[in-house]
């Protein structure tokens, strides 16, 4: 049986390194993850992987546990006599993390080692400037460079306006058009995938990245269903899955996700144009609220920036404040956002109550 090319999967110097760091181990990288049970691609093929008791009674939360497209130690190359045991995890050159569902302070790592994130939304009910400015501040803070891909064109009625609405949110990231129909603007994300080199695609439920994988592929190997009207269509995809391409380059798929709430996120990037703004502010540490002198709510007053944007500026921002604080430090931090510190909230209710007694 001819050897796989874990370089075409993926592997480079970085983890080849770390891996002659273990002594009698082999190389492998996971390629589905399914509750206890992993499938990792070794020299070999595709093996049933499982981890170690060691490697489990030390894990401190679910980040320290495999992901797909983590690269890891294991005992053996083929499971004719078991299933392969992963003895230890490779450090990740990239990730892409989210809060978990659920949980108040748990992340997830929805992927690792990744170098392009395909951002699928579709040109019609899904579409939505809001939800693609969260999904570009994860996949900014991801180390991976985001690609917005805008599926469906076929239901559009106006592509140029739309375009023109991601151009204002998606600054510094490339946007693609493609339709299941035809061939226009499939073949463009092609240049992305190259041997050796990792895509995740991520998105709702139903915007089509099933389709798109398929036809990177050139077979059906992931079902679709169909989307309906409202456009309630259902991914099919139950669990994380790494996909080799013929002409080498590796896919990830993700289950189609309703709700992303972050765990960390790159701002600066997302929203580097409320970042230069702020430089203008009279006060270096200025939150935007109600500060004298500040440039970004000038800018939004005269119409430079668009109050929906600012908004979500404030939420985005407003939630990493949030990240990992119980409700008493949650409910200390909006004291301090919306006063400044407990001295100026008591303050605030002193005036208040004299205010009331001239009444």
Same mark, same amino acid.
């Given at each position: 049986?001819?050897?796989?090319?874990?370089? &075409?999967?993926?592997?480079?110097?970085?983890?080849?390194?770390?891996?002659?760091? #273990?002594?009698? !181990?082999?190389?492998?990288?996971?390629?589905?993850?399914?509750?206890?049970? #992993?499938?990792?691609?070794? /020299?070999?093929?595709?093996?049933?992987?499982?981890?170690?008791?060691?490697? *489990? +009674?030390? &894990?401190?939360?679910?980040?320290? #546990?495999?992901?797909?497209?983590?690269?890891?130690?294991?005992?053996?190359?083929?499971?004719?006599?078991?299933?392969?045991?992963?003895?230890?995890?490779?450090?990740?050159?990239?990730?892409?993390?989210?809060?978990?569902?659920?949980?108040?302070?748990?992340?997830?790592?929805?992927?690792?080692?990744?170098?392009?994130?395909?951002?699928?939304?579709?040109?019609?009910?899904?579409?939505?400037?809001?939800?693609?400015?969260?999904?570009?501040?994860?996949?900014?803070?991801?180390?991976?460079?985001?690609?917005?891909?805008?599926?469906?064109?076929?239901?559009?009625?106006?592509?140029?306006?739309?375009?023109?609405? =991601?151009?204002?949110?998606?600054?510094?990231?490339?946007?693609?058009?493609?339709?299941?129909?035809?061939?226009?603007?499939?073949?463009?994300?092609?240049?992305?995938?190259?041997?050796?080199?990792?895509?995740?695609?991520?998105?709702?439920? %139903?915007?089509?990245?099933?389709?798109?994988?398929?036809?990177?592929?050139?077979? /059906?190997?992931?079902?679709?269903?169909?989307? *309906?009207?409202?456009?309630? *269509?259902?991914?099919?995809?139950?669990?994380?899955? !790494?996909?080799?391409?013929?002409?080498?380059?590796?896919?990830?798929?993700?289950?189609?996700?309703?709700?992303?709430?972050? /765990?960390?996120?790159?701002?600066?990037?997302?929203?580097?144009?409320?970042?230069?703004?702020?430089?203008?502010?009279?006060?270096?540490?200025?939150?935007?609220?109600?500060?004298?002198?500040?440039? =970004?709510?000038?800018?939004?007053?005269?119409?430079?920036?668009?109050?929906?944007? +600012?908004?979500?500026?404030?939420?985005?921002? &407003?939630?990493?404040?949030?990240?990992?604080?119980?409700?008493?430090?949650? /409910?200390?931090?909006?004291?301090?956002?919306?006063?400044?510190?407990?001295?100026?909230?008591?303050?605030?209710? %002193?005036? &208040?109550?004299?205010?009331?007694?001239?009444?």
């Amino acid at each position: 049986m001819p050897k796989v090319d874990l370089y &075409a999967v993926g592997l480079n110097h970085h983890f080849e390194q770390e891996a002659t760091l #273990y002594e009698g !181990l082999y190389i492998a990288r996971v390629a589905v993850q399914h509750k206890g049970l #992993y499938k990792v691609v070794t /020299e070999s093929g595709i093996i049933q992987a499982e981890i170690s008791g060691k490697l *489990g +009674f030390t &894990a401190r939360d679910s980040f320290d #546990y495999p992901v797909v497209g983590d690269w890891v130690m294991v005992d053996r190359v083929d499971d004719s006599a078991g299933n392969a045991i992963i003895q230890h995890l490779l450090r990740r050159q990239s990730f892409f993390v989210r809060k978990a569902a659920g949980t108040a302070h748990q992340s997830q790592v929805v992927a690792a080692n990744i170098d392009t994130v395909f951002i699928c939304m579709s040109l019609n009910n899904n579409f939505n400037l809001r939800r693609l400015e969260r999904y570009l501040s994860i996949a900014w803070d991801s180390m991976a460079t985001p690609v917005v891909i805008l599926t469906k064109s076929d239901l559009c009625d106006d592509i140029p306006a739309k375009l023109a609405e =991601v151009y204002t949110v998606a600054l510094g990231a490339d946007v693609l058009v493609t339709t299941s129909l035809t061939d226009d603007g499939f073949t463009a994300l092609n240049r992305y995938i190259l041997p050796g080199k990792t895509v995740a695609f991520i998105g709702s439920s %139903g915007v089509g990245k099933s389709t798109l994988i398929n036809r990177i592929v050139g077979e /059906e190997i992931l079902a679709t269903n169909e989307v *309906g009207g409202a456009d309630k *269509g259902r991914h099919t995809t139950t669990s994380r899955q !790494l996909i080799v391409v013929p002409n080498g380059g590796v896919v990830i798929d993700t289950p189609g996700m309703r709700e992303l709430q972050i /765990e960390s996120a790159d701002l600066t990037k997302t929203f580097a144009d409320i970042g230069e703004l702020a430089q203008n502010c009279r006060f270096r540490d200025c939150r935007h609220l109600q500060e004298p002198g500040c440039a =970004v709510r000038e800018a939004v007053e005269r119409g430079d920036i668009s109050p929906q944007r +600012f908004s979500s500026y404030q939420k985005l921002q &407003a939630e990493l404040d949030y990240t990992g604080l119980n409700s008493r430090q949650i /409910e200390q931090e909006k004291i301090t956002r919306m006063f400044g510190g407990k001295g100026e909230l008591k303050q605030a209710r %002193g005036f &208040a109550k004299e205010k009331n007694k001239r009444r």
